[in-house]
């Protein structure tokens, strides 16, 4: 009996340092749930926003083409900065791997991790100085890449690189060394462990770094109004742009779909991952 009222004032207690972190992770939530029932009331401009039940905002969101194009700018934007920054951390993940001394990988983590220890306007704000047309460096091409699409790909990509070398560096250092040692003694050579046993079997962590990217890059938008100068109508400018017309509606339609698509790219990460490591549908 003396056990079960310990278990129970255990319990008691641990609930109750667990409530302002359970409320604090709850407030997202309901921030959500408030966004998507404000993208149901109606809005014109003479009137402003109603109250009532219309799904008209999300009518205006997948048929008018100024909408669609944007959707269609930032999906490309999140392609292009998906692939790009997978291809750049995965070789940096695999040197951190295999460097023989503890202090190149600490250093190659530490560097990595820098952009994340820094303002992400700051980061902005060095970006547009290397863009600006008075960079003599700038000055010697034959294009503008201030305030392109380049130019927010690019800081995209810089933003984006930390969170896909992480995911992949994890899978890469839970790899036995005893595997690649298998591979090497039973006749495949460097190129073929790399291929055959490294990189199929770190897929989970590029997948793990995929999607944390992809879903970065779709929400983001800071970096295409201050990078794009608001020359480059991604999903999140258009928000912006409803905000300051007070046309909450839009701008809630507009921010619950791109909570949906990281909510979708949370369950492809899963059933994914599950693919991968062979679990199926076991937990």
Known sequence: MPDRGVAASSWRWGGLAAAPACALLALPIVVALLMARISLDPYTAESGQGSGWTIANWRVLWTDPAYLRS???????TVITTITAVLLAYPLALFSRM?????????????VLVPLLTNLVLQIIGWMAVFSPANPLVRLLPFRI????MSVVVVLIHHAVPFAYFGIDSALRNLPQSLEEAGATLGANRWQVLTRVIVPLSLPGVVAGSLLVAASAFSMYVIPILVGGYRVPALGVLVQGALDQSNWPLGATISTALTVFALAALGLYQASTRRITGQGGRP
């Open 99 to 111: 460097a023989s001394r503890r202090g190149v990988k600490a250093f190659v983590d530490l560097a």
């Open 71 to 77: 959707l269609a700018l930032t999906a490309r934007l």
């Open 146 to 149: 201030a305030f392109t699409e």
